[in-house]
């Protein structure tokens, strides 16, 4: 970078120090607060900067991307209100363990703590929601924070940590040396783990394996599933972790996620060894803390997780192995017990999957399982399903079959708007991949601008709106705990496939089953960003109950 003699500004220093780390895309929404920066990356063509709509949206992309290529994705807002837009992706990169670096543009240091126009301090802020919060207050000192930046937001638990930048510490000039590329850190299981673990499985009979949380990569889930293919092991996975291990292998038994198989969850009770890896089992994945007996589960427990801040967090684990999922799959794709006792286990547990996902039939025209059936034959294996929350995304949670690493951007905070600036951020990253979003209507509305963004920077994706006229899945538990009550759930809604053409983008409407196919054909053939709108029968309300159906039920159990 062009420098004065050797003197680089703070913004210079700091996008020197992305280039060092292999950045190759940054998401932004640009503000006044930190322009030095902004003109440091215009001599750094190497670096695409994508100017987003909304700072939630950037950092929704910017956390997909890290899910996508495996290192920190960046994002740049503006203090204050850029700030708190971008803290939706925030929490999303810390619940879903994804390494993610915001910067922010601060105030000048001489009017800190003044609460000066859009001042905040985003150590409090943050303090919750990010691993590491830090305000650099001397130029000289760039180098050393963005390198700690990128060993802290990748290492351990993988979540996102957030920079604040004064922006004139980023116009003034410093000459620190330049610093190397940061490796992530991971922990790797001892030669102990890996016998012990053995000698729990050689003892079981019903073992199941639960696979989740952050840090994989497709070597990581090849070895797994490796070991699991060699010991005939049952894999069930977490709340939208579908794509860690490949649905049409006889091993996978299906997700522990909101609604979920009775019968797995049976399986989980019924099991006496339990291997959790990278999970953190949460709230969604064991049915409000019922699931697994806390402190002590019942089933020997082996918990394998990046840090060791959740292990003897919740459950106290027979084994508890702090290892990353990399080293620790590539370690136990070796472990293999003699003959396994559970193969009957295991196919039932395949069995109960198959059954469990046969789409059912539901009121009016657009048969949303039909249309599944048709998604699972039609998309390649290694498309990326995106959503956000409600319970349109259930169709794509429940029925559709993941079959490779990354092919499914589902935030595990359940946040409503992710899918649609995941799906861009995933096509930028593998414009070869075919990436499909499901999105309510009420989900679409939350990030639909960005939109914008997919036609500007030509990322070519296809949206599905399930449109009811209605925030559904409020509206389900309105209807089951206060019956006929409906309150603040109805939704006016625009023409998408209109909205889609003002923005530049192709539209379509789905009013029957069999227009579908000729309508996501359309939409991929379009060589546009696409919407297609679902007009789905508001009696629909889940894939096994009507709205009436609920309230019925809602009122007998009152009357009762
Ligand atoms: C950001 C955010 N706000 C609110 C919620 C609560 N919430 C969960 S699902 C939902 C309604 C979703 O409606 P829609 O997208 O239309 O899907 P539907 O349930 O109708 O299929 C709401 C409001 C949430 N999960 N995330
Ligand atoms: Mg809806």
């Given at each position: 970078m062009t420098s004065k003699n050797n003197l680089r500004t703070g913004g210079q220093l700091l996008v020197d120090g992305l280039r060092v780390?292999?950045?190759?895309?940054?998401?932004?929404?640009?503000?006044?607060?930190?322009?030095?920066?902004?003109?440091?990356?215009?001599?750094?063509?190497?670096?695409?900067?994508?100017?987003?709509?909304?700072e939630s949206g950037a950092a929704m992309m910017a956390d997909t991307h890290a899910r996508m290529t495996g290192r920190p994705g960046v994002v740049f807002v503006t203090r204050g209100p850029g700030a708190t837009n971008a803290s939706a992706g925030v929490h999303i990169a810390f619940q879903d363990s994804t390494p993610m670096i915001l910067f922010i543009g601060q105030v000048a240091r001489d009017f800190l703590d003044r609460e000066a126009f859009q001042e905040i301090d985003y150590r409090r802020m943050f303090g919750q929601m990010a691993k590491w919060v830090a305000e650099i207050a001397d130029t000289a000192r760039v180098p050393e924070y963005v390198s700690r930046a990128f060993y802290v937001s990748q290492s351990g638990r993988p979540g996102p940590v957030v920079l604040s930048l004064p922006e004139d510490m980023l116009a003034e000039r410093a000459a620190p040396s330049d610093i190397?590329?940061?490796?992530?850190?991971?922990?790797?299981?001892?030669?102990?783990?890996m016998k012990e673990l053995a000698q729990l499985l050689g003892k079981a009979e019903r073992p199941l394996m639960i696979v989740g949380g952050g840090g994989w990569n497709a070597g990581a889930c090849d070895d797994l599933r490796a070991f699991a293919e060699a010991n005939a092991l049952a894999v069930a996975v977490t709340f939208r972790c579908q794509d860690k291990f490949d649905n049409s292998h006889a091993c996978y038994a299906g997700d522990l996620g909101?609604?979920?198989?009775?019968?797995?969850?049976?399986?989980?009770r019924e099991s006496d060894l339990l291997v959790v890896v990278g999970a953190r089992l949460g709230e969604m994945t064991t049915v409000g803390y019922t699931l697994i007996d806390i402190p002590k589960p019942k089933q020997a427990f082996v918990h394998v997780y990046p840090g060791p801040e959740e292990l003897g967090r919740v459950y106290q684990p027979t084994l508890a192995v702090n290892a990353g999922m990399k080293a620790f799959a590539a370690a136990v794709r070796a472990v293999k017990v003699g003959q396994p006792k559970w193969r009957q286990w295991t196919k039932d547990a395949r069995a109960d999957y198959l059954a469990w996902t046969k789409p059912p039939k539901i009121p009016g025209r657009v048969q949303m399982g039909e249309i599944m059936d048709w998604l699972n034959e039609r998309l390649p294996a290694d498309s990326v399903v995106c959503n956000g929350a409600g319970n349109f995304a259930t169709w794509a949670n429940r029925f559709y079959r993941y079959r490779s690493f990354a092919s499914l951007m589902g935030p595990t905070s359940g946040s409503m708007g992710f899918g649609l600036p995941a799906a861009v951020a995933a096509k930028l990253a593998d414009p070869k991949r075919l990436v499909v979003v499901f999105a309510g209507d009420g989900d679409f509305m939350m990030t639909g601008q960005e939109l914008a963004t997919a036609v500007q920077y030509g990322a070519d994706i296809v949206v599905l709106v399930g449109n009811n006229g209605m925030l559904g899945t409020i509206r389900m538990h309105q209807e089951r705990e206060y019956p006929g009550r409906v309150c603040a759930t109805d939704l006016a809604n625009p023409d998408f496939a209109a909205l889609a053409r003002a923005y530049g983008a192709h539209g379509e409407v789905v009013e029957r089953t069999d227009q579908f196919a000729a309508a996501f054909e359309a939409a991929v053939k379009s060589g546009k960003p696409a919407v297609i709108e679902l007009r789905l029968d508001p009696e629909a309300i889940t894939p096994m109950?009507?709205?009436?159906?609920?309230?019925?039920a809602a009122l007998e159990k009152a009357k009762a």
């Open positions: 780390n292999g950045v190759d895309r940054v998401f932004c929404v640009p503000g006044e607060s930190y322009l030095a920066a902004l003109d440091a990356f215009h001599d750094v063509p190497e670096i695409q900067l994508v100017v987003c709509r909304h190397l590329a940061a490796k992530a850190v991971e922990a790797h299981p001892g030669e102990a783990d909101v609604g979920p198989n009775p019968k797995l969850l049976q399986r989980v109950a009507t709205l009436s159906g609920i309230r019925k």
